[in-house]
């Protein structure tokens, strides 16, 4: 529902023309002699599209598999240094060729292939892709993703896992899994060993996966929200 609102409300924006958050804007003008052309809103879009290739990039082939290391990588790639580079160069962008026709054109173009790169990533559980597609909308835009942005900021919010092992204690008749847990924005590292049923930093350790495959967590802070963390 909320995409389809987005769509519309886009849509409207495109029907009626460009009102920027800014008082002053200068329109867009062809070079003298030279009359607007059917390529115009392309050439405007390919170059919309090169400002957001760090974003972009970032998204995994369709059908190749998202191993949790590429995920990982995929985040720490995307800092919010680079995010905002890319957020300022469409603001620019979006003042440019804002007021004109074509320029409406391929900025609604661009912002629908945006929405499509945000549910790949979603998909992918690249939420730092998800938080860096949603500024760029807004960015071009000024319409506001709120429940997007907050969904993407809370998963980036949260520790990152990884499995080491297990450990019988025979004693005891109790299995425990090793893990790495990096906190987050901290990045402080902690080792923790923990029994199913058990809760850590922000976790609960549901159960084994399989014959010590891997672990199913759940994020305390969102019950049933559980995610798997695979040995390798």
């Known amino acids: 529902m909320g995409r389809r609102l987005g769509s519309v409300i886009l849509a409207a924006w495109l029907l009626f023309g460009y009102s920027g958050c800014t008082r002053e804007s200068a329109p867009s003008v062809p070079p003298p002699g030279v009359a607007p052309t059917v390529d115009e809103a392309q050439a405007i879009a390919a170059e919309l599209r090169q400002l957001l290739a760090p974003v972009t990039s970032l998204i995994a082939p369709a059908g190749g598999g998202v191993p949790e290391e590429a995920t990982a990588a995929a985040q720490d790639l995307l ?19 804002g007021n004109s026709e ?11 292939e945006i929405e499509k790169m945000m549910q790949e990533a979603r998909d992918q559980q690249r939420w730092g892709v998800v938080l860096g597609g949603v500024e760029a909308y807004e960015a071009l835009t000024g319409i506001v993703k709120e429940r997007s942005k907050e969904r993407a900021e809370m998963y980036l919010s949260r520790p990152k896992v990884k499995l080491k092992g297990f450990l019988d204690d025979i004693e005891k008749n109790d299995l425990y899994a090793f893990l790495k847990i990096t906190l987050r924005p901290s990045r402080e590292v902690k080792q923790v060993q923990v029994r199913a049923g058990e809760e850590f930093e922000g976790l609960r350790f549901v159960r084994i996966i399989g014959n010590r495959k891997g672990v199913l967590l759940e994020y305390l802070d969102t019950p049933g929200d559980t995610f798997q963390v695979m040995l390798r």
């Open 79 to 97: 800092t919010d240094d680079v995010r905002a580079q890319v957020v300022g160069s469409l603001k620019v962008s979006r003042e440019k060729y």
């Open 102 to 112: 074509k320029g409406r054109e391929a900025i609604a173009q661009v912002c629908l």
